[in-house]
């Protein structure tokens, strides 16, 4: 099975602030790699699919890089309603979800 | 507007089997590139994919919990239903179930809002 890895785990910024997480696949997943965001109490919503196409809807703050087995989630100026946990998704093969980074507040 | 929803025993004992069904709308079930996944979350931890179907039938389970697992569908009800034998309190957790759709990538838009099953004798 792929293992999905994420850096860091937590992180703590403030509004304005250039945020960056990172996805690592234990073998190469081309780019197959999507993007959720995940509020307390809610369900997870997409952010971004095949590595870097933006949702429809989603602001244009966030985006997506990255192939094979290394991918990044950046948002180029953190507001307080993107305070929310992470999750990188891989469908290369089956389907396995990272652990999450949780961005709070600084 | 797509909308899933979630439904099932709020509460099963150890050892019986889990039978929740996902009630879809907005998009039919026998569309080539939609199918309905299921994903779990135990309190306070990660998301973990648990098995998908789509309209051809095509069924994918995770490969830990696969003997475990069964998805189907009916298409004229617009519902998929997930079984999970066997459970155990390890299995307490907010199931989801998500549109899973089928692009560059599988993935999962929108989600339900979620049925949170307790496992307790």
């Known amino acids: 099975d792929i293992q999905m890895t994420q850096s860091p785990s937590s992180l703590s910024a403030s509004v304005g602030d250039r945020v960056t997480i990172t996805c690592r696949a234990s073998q190469s997943i081309s780019s197959y790699l999507n993007w959720y965001q995940q509020k307390p109490g809610k369900a997870p919503k997409l952010l971004i699919y095949a590595a870097s196409s933006l949702q429809s809807g989603v602001p244009s703050r966030f985006s997506g890089s990255g192939s094979g087995t290394d991918f990044t989630l950046t948002i180029s100026s953190l507001q307080p309603e993107d305070f929310a946990t992470y999750y990188c998704q891989q469908s290369y093969s089956t389907n396995t979800f990272g652990p999450g980074t949780k961005v709070d507040i600084k | 507007q797509v909308t899933l929803k979630e439904s099932g025993p709020v509460l099963v004992k150890p050892t019986e089997t889990l039978t929740l069904t996902c009630t879809v709308s907005g998009f039919s079930l026998s569309n080539a590139r939609m199918g309905v996944s299921w994903i779990r979350q135990p309190p306070g931890k990660a998301l973990e994919w648990l098995a998908h179907?789509?309209?051809?039938?095509?069924?994918s389970y995770s490969t830990s919990l696969k003997s475990r697992l069964t998805i189907s569908k009916d298409t004229s009800k617009s519902q998929v239903v997930l079984t999970m034998t066997n459970m155990d309190p390890v299995d307490t957790a907010t199931y989801y179930c998500?549109?899973?759709?089928?692009?560059?990538?599988?993935?999962?838009?929108?989600w339900g809002q979620g049925t949170l099953v307790t496992v307790s004798s």
């Open positions: 179907i789509f309209s051809n039938d095509e069924k």
């Open positions: 998500a549109r899973a759709f089928r692009g560059p990538t599988i993935w999962f838009d929108p």
